[in-house]
């Protein structure tokens, strides 16, 4: 190690405050972790790779991951968890070779091939995913997930019989299992057995009518029996129960559309684009409908937006030129005309909608040429005619490409039921929590929150102070960071390892403090919240009274505390007794800063958070309406209010402040008010 030159440090200070100072700073130098040192600590590698994994920092968790590897490739922890991360970044063979390598280590923990069949499964390879629940059934054999998965691969490899033999099992251990009734549907279906198929879905209702999925596959067969009013009722379920998904919205579109039900139909396209602005269907159909009542011009971009998608289709392109055409622009009228005929030479809808753009325009001889040619063709054809207008018996598959079909509605070729494989890592980590969760801390961060919800800079005095002083980075105040790319995160461990090397060559105590401020914000900034906490530590033992450490240090042991949490919760079903010792940590810099900067809202809003996470609930109440005195637009200050207000039975109150949350940009707060106004009318009656 070098040495650390602080003579002028010692020449500006006494005696006792320079051995102070002297040990301290040694201390921070002495904790710093070499590069050997920081590979060889496995454990506290694998923790904070877990933590990123927690947080979504996918990219940044699999560097950590990566020295886990390099220092010892002989664990199968390392290889697993970077397995994980992966699968979230949507790399499947990736993830599937790094569980492939976790099982060369230990075959023997299920969650490894449970992992590896998802993966598989992602990739189509059915029969190996098979496999993989297979082996992983001998270890746990009362596992219903994987029973489940290997049914649906079953399914999908075509194998009925084996799949109905392993849900005929599967009922006899679990009768009341649902969704063995929906698989079994399922079968039937691919049976081409309807019959069967509903009563099996029947049974599911009968057992769990509360299930989206199972309303929406009794729909897709009332669909195919064009039987639209009892699949608008199924589909009305569904969207009661599951009202974000934009599939269920373009089926009820269709059975609206053929009830005649044209306003209806074309709330359920918007909401459904709302949902997935990319959704074919949805753009193709509501253009076909806003074209029928004479909303020309908004019809023209939803078939922009369709051939931006798929640039080669021809049908969308002919209705976009009839639209162009009565609009008035008949040059681009003429050139999509043209796309058209150059494809389907024998068009002659098209050709006569060309020429009569062509005599618009006074250009007769080209009009002259397309009306010889459908002449002629009318000589020979005498079956031609003109389509008729939007007709409700009329719709075409989506593969269909005759161009005289070009106002119907399009459907998809096959509408099977959605298959929902039993998943541990389905959606974000952090969504195996309560649906009403607490809004999170606010901490120091060199990255800048972008979003609708943080349009400005929040201020606090202490903060510009020290951005005043420290002119190297720019520290914002931010509830999240964004997740790091593999450049940006690799940026930051540089700029960790200039700064230890500042701190040992600087002659300036100062300087040296600051920096050692800077790192711990920038271990904080890479999810190593147990480094930034060691070096926070001791800048708190040369200034005991600094704000920002206090404020920093408590949120970074809050996220450890939540993500161990999580780990205790699949331990023990419960959080964990040091979890709880490490929360008086936590309370104790809040209290401690806001001692010193009483006025701070973003400290009492951590604080109050604190109290909430703990059930303290009045005293969180307290603290929110504190923070709301000092800056009244703290949107999450009221998010969290409100979740306290209906904990301690004031729903209505709640439900004013998740008003206002949602007014000032938390838009989830407005699915918690809708529950809870229901939950409030039905304890009415």
């Not at 939803?302 to 080669?312: A, Q, T, Y």
């Not at 903060?463 to 105040?477: G, S």
């Not at 904080?524 to 060691?534: H, P, Y």
């Not at 205790?568 to 810099?589: F, I």
Request: net charge negative; proline share 3%.
């Amino acid at each position: 190690m070098k040495t650390w030159d602080i003579s002028l440090a010692i020449a500006a200070l006494g005696c006792k405050a320079r051995c102070t100072v002297v040990s301290v700073l040694l201390l921070a130098l002495w904790l710093t972790p070499g590069p050997a040192q920081a590979q060889l600590n496995t454990d506290r590698l694998l923790m904070i790779g877990r933590s990123a994994l927690y947080y979504e920092d996918y990219v940044l968790s699999m560097q950590y991951f990566n020295q886990a590897i390099s220092a010892k490739p002989y664990l199968y922890e390392p290889w697993f968890f970077r397995a994980v991360a992966k699968y979230y970044l949507d790399d499947y063979a990736g993830a599937e070779r790094d569980c492939s390598e976790a099982l060369q280590r230990n075959p023997y923990v299920v969650n490894i091939y449970e992992l590896r069949g998802l993966t598989r499964i992602q990739q189509n390879k059915f029969g190996e995913a098979i496999s993989d629940y297979n082996r992983a059934l001998r270890y746990d054999p009362e596992n219903r997930g994987l029973w489940h998965n290997r049914v649906l691969c079953h399914i999908q490899n075509k194998e009925y019989d084996a799949a109905l033999a392993e849900l005929d099992t599967m009922q006899g251990r679990w009768s009341q299992y649902a969704r063995n009734y929906v698989m079994r549907a399922d079968v039937y279906m691919q049976m081409k057995d309807t019959t069967q198929a509903i009563d099996a879905l029947q049974r599911s209702l009968d057992i769990d009518p509360y299930d989206a999925q199972t309303w929406a596959a009794r729909s897709i067969i009332s669909l195919s029996r064009e039987e639209w009013s009892e699949a608008e009722d199924q589909l009305d379920h569904a969207i009661h129960l599951q009202p974000k998904q934009a599939g269920y919205h373009i089926n009820r579109a269709l059975a609206r559309f053929n009830r005649n039900n044209l306003r209806g139909a074309m709330a359920d396209y918007d909401m459904a684009l709302d949902l997935e602005p990319n959704n074919f269907l949805g753009h193709y159909n509501r253009g076909l409908l806003r074209a029928q009542v004479g909303d020309d011009n908004r019809a023209i971009t939803d078939f922009d937006f369709v051939l931006r998608l798929e640039p080669n289709n021809i049908l969308a392109r002919f209705n976009r030129a009839m639209l162009l055409d009565k609009t008035g622009d008949l040059r681009a009228a003429i050139d999509d005309y043209t796309k058209v005929i150059d494809e389907f030479p024998n068009f002659w809808t098209g050709l006569e909608a060309r020429a009569a753009c062509y005599r618009r325009l006074g250009m007769t001889k080209k009009a002259e040429a397309d009306e010889f040619v459908v002449y002629k063709a009318r000589l020979y054809k005498h079956l031609y005619g003109t389509q008729p207008r939007l007709d409700p018996t009329q719709m075409r598959k989506r593969s269909d490409l005759d161009p005289d079909k070009y106002n119907q509605l399009v459907v998809e070729d096959e509408q099977e039921p959605e298959r929902e494989y039993q998943n541990a890592y389905r959606g974000r980590v952090q969504d195996q929590k309560v649906e009403m969760d607490l809004m999170p801390m606010y901490g120091l961060s060199f990255e800048r929150q972008h979003d609708e919800l943080h349009s400005g800079i929040a201020f606090d005095k202490s903060v510009n102070e020290l951005n005043e002083r420290i002119h190297a980075r720019t520290l914002y105040i931010v509830s999240s960071s964004p997740t790091l790319d593999d450049t940006r995160s690799t940026g930051y461990f540089q700029y960790i390892d200039s700064l230890t090397a500042g701190m040992s060559q600087t002659h300036n105590t100062q300087a040296a403090t600051d920096m050692l401020f800077l790192r711990a914000v920038a271990y904080a900034v890479l999810q190593n919240n147990e480094s930034a906490i060691e070096d926070l530590t001791t800048y708190l033992q040369i200034d005991s009274t600094s704000v920002p450490a206090l404020w920093q240090r408590a949120v970074c042991q809050w996220r450890i505390n939540r993500f161990l949490a999580q780990e205790d919760n699949k331990q023990q079903g419960g959080e964990g007794t040091h979890v709880d010792l490490r929360t008086a940590n936590v309370l104790g810099d809040l209290n401690h800063a806001l001692t010193l900067s009483p006025q701070n809202a973003y400290l009492l809003y951590n604080r109050g958070t604190l109290y909430a996470k703990r059930s303290n609930y009045n005293q969180a109440i307290d603290d929110f309406t504190a923070a709301l005195q000092h800056e009244s637009s703290l949107a999450e200050a009221y998010f969290n209010r409100g979740l306290c207000l209906i904990y301690t039975n004031r729903p209505e109150e709640g439900i004013a402040d998740l008003s206002k949350a949602g007014e000032l940009g938390i838009y989830t707060a407005y699915s918690i008010i809708k529950k809870q106004k229901q939950k409030v009318s039905n304890s009415k009656d």
